[in-house]
């Protein structure tokens, strides 16, 4: 007998862990940390309680954000039973992994517990003996179920959906992660998906639903996001700018860098963009794996930051003084290195621009108090309002690619909402009669496949 339950992610955004087994085999899809739950209330110690207790052959990752894989140093190397826990995940998603990490870990004022953590992980990512390898449309099996990968477009790359197939009786569950088609690489997600189908028919559809709580909220693409930065620093008040973005999204990096170099026009250099060595060494990963000529993931006008008094013979000058000269875009955080460069360029009369590429949540503190960092909310709102450039697009589907996706695999017995706060709203979607298929799971409630 094949059953799903949903441990937790029924009724929120972020830390949803799935469980699909049957007799004898039990594999369980991400065991991430919930995202900014109020305090008191965070529900990870019943997950890792669970986890310890667990009959489970397998963890596999969807991708590599915490909200996903944000507790795997609390999966056991030994299950309930004594069988191995193996751990799966994308090839590139484990490098990002661990240059998070070792970046980390390089920090001089990082505490015990902390570099603990960081070490654990670092350790548990490159234990040969746990590792499955995740390649998009490359079959693995895992006892009782054959798996097929697809790598679906988000705001991380290597990213997959799961076509998971009980080889006992051929029944199919399918498990979106993630996913959107507004980025560069979703453009044909839904033929590589019926590709990797092969003509099987789905019995259940788990598919995330985030924007169902931003159901009338416009969606640029990665494109249009790129054409937008572009006319914006072509402008010459423009000419210095600062960029916040996630240092994991790679989509939107390749925007906002490929839009730098564009600002001259067709055939003519344009402005570099500057970032710290670690985020370097993801742009690296990303130029290599994800395929820089087809995509525009080049990143040839990236530049690690030198020291602010660094006499660079190459260039004849400092890096700073490079900048002044010719312009940038640099991405920033909020520590102490990058308030000294953004005040050089402010009291130098220059009124920098800010860019603002992340979720609004995060510098709103009246209308998401539970997410507003302290520390990005004062740099955003200690900036002259006239001279941000806030510009974003959702890592998540929009509405029309989720019902898109239901119509697409068209599950014979009943879809299984998750990753969302508003999991009815499913019942809006354009999905005709697939709408009296939709199931209604609690968080620790079992779905049986009769």
């Not at 000529?293 to 020291?307: P, T």
Request: net charge negative.
């Amino acid at each position: 007998m094949l059953k799903i339950k949903l441990h937790r992610g029924s009724h929120q955004i972020g830390g949803s862990i799935t469980e699909i087994y049957t007799e004898n085999t039990h594999i369980f899809i991400d065991f991430g940390s919930e995202l900014n739950p109020a305090p008191g209330e965070s529900t990870d110690g019943k997950m890792i309680e669970m986890m310890q207790k667990a009959k489970c052959d397998a963890v596999l990752f969807t991708h590599y954000h915490g909200d996903h894989v944000g507790l795997i140093d609390h999966v056991p190397e030994k299950d309930v039973d004594g069988k191995p826990v193996m751990l799966g995940m994308g090839v590139t998603a484990r490098k990002i992994l661990n240059n998070i990490h070792d970046t980390l870990l390089s920090f001089d004022d990082l505490s015990e517990e902390d570099r603990s953590y960081h070490e654990n992980c670092r350790r548990i990512l490159n234990d040969r003996s746990r590792q499955i390898d995740i390649e998009d449309g490359k079959d693995f099996e895992i006892g009782d179920f054959l798996i097929t990968p697809i790598m679906v477009d988000h705001s991380a790359y290597d990213a997959y959906l799961f076509i998971i197939e009980s080889k006992n009786d051929h029944r199919i569950i399918v498990h979106t992660g993630d996913f959107r088609t507004h980025g560069r690489l979703g453009k044909d997600l839904f033929d590589r998906v019926r590709d990797g189908m092969r003509g099987r028919e789905a019995d259940i559809l788990i598919i995330e639903g985030t924007m169902l709580s931003r159901m009338n909220e416009k969606v640029l693409t990665e494109k249009e996001l790129q054409k937008e930065a572009c006319e914006e620093l072509r402008k010459p008040e423009n000419k210095y700018a600062f960029l916040i973005c996630s240092s994991t999204n790679m989509e939107s990096l390749a925007s906002f860098a490929n839009a730098a170099w564009a600002v001259n026009g067709r055939g003519k250099k344009g402005r570099k963009l500057f970032v710290n060595p670690y985020v370097y060494e993801q742009l690296k990963v990303y130029r290599k794996d994800a395929g820089k000529d087809k995509y525009g993931f080049g990143f040839f006008n990236a530049n690690v930051l030198e020291g602010m008094d660094f006499y660079n013979p190459k260039l004849g000058m400092t890096q700073l003084e490079y900048m002044e000269k010719h312009g940038f875009v640099m991405l920033i955080g909020t520590s102490v290195g990058y308030k000294k460069r953004i005040d050089y360029f402010k009291n130098k009369g220059y009124d920098p621009l800010l860019i603002y590429s992340m979720w609004d949540g995060y510098i709103n503190k009246e209308e998401h108090p539970d997410c507003y960092n302290e520390k990005l909310g004062a740099l955003y709102h200690g900036w002259k309002k006239d001279r941000i450039f806030e510009k974003h697009t959702s890592g998540h589907a929009t509405c029309e690619d989720i019902a898109k996706m239901i119509l697409t695999i068209a599950p014979k017995e009943g879809i299984l909402p998750i990753h969302t706060e508003k999991p009815d709203a499913f019942y809006e979607l354009d999905i005709g009669e697939f709408s009296e298929k939709l199931k209604k799971v609690d968080d620790n409630g079992i779905l049986e496949l009769l």
